[in-house]
């Protein structure tokens, strides 16, 4: 609970790279995430380089706070395990359910990263405000991929106060609606 309660979103990082053992083992607790039928549908691609942080914040509607990470991790939900067509197109209004549990499990593995992070001493910040149709040429990224978020990762030159939350008794139901 204590990872879960101290993670924000930071925008902005010290200039300190992120150590390759930090790396690895937020990707391991991304590799641990559950996924429906264990199909493990996720990529994740590391990005390090200041020109394609550029590109990605700039199709992240030029959310220029981004560069100031040292890192970015993009993950991507692979469909390939449950639909053989390589010819169909993954996007925003795609309807297969299917597609939509391979997104959410991807999602789970997301979150995995942005706790380890907190419980390593790093800062986070989970940015999906982009289209897959700019996104995916920047990292070469086939069609029947799915980018889930842009993790930006490093240490933290904030630290803001808690978001408000809303109380259990506004989010609870039980046996129905």
Sequence with gaps: MEQIKMRRSIRKYLDKPV???K???????????PSGSNTQPWHFIIVKSELIK?????????QKWMISAPLFIVCVADISSI??????????HSPQGEVKRMIRDTAIATEHILLEATHLGLGTCWVAWFTQEEIRPILHIPLNKFVVGIVTIGYAAEMPTARPRKSLEEIIHYENW
């Excluded at 790396?23 to 995430?33: F, G, T, V």
């Excluded at 550029?54 to 030029?62: E, F, N, R, S, T």
Aim: aromatic letters at 0%; zero cysteines; glycine letters at 0%.
């Design 83 to 92: 639909m053989e067509n390589d010819q169909i197109i993954l996007d925003e």
């Design 19 to 21: 150590e390759d053992e």
């Design 54 to 62: 550029q590109k990605l914040a700039k199709v992240a509607h030029d």
């Design 23 to 33: 790396i690895i083992q937020l990707l391991e607790s991304a590799r641990l995430a």
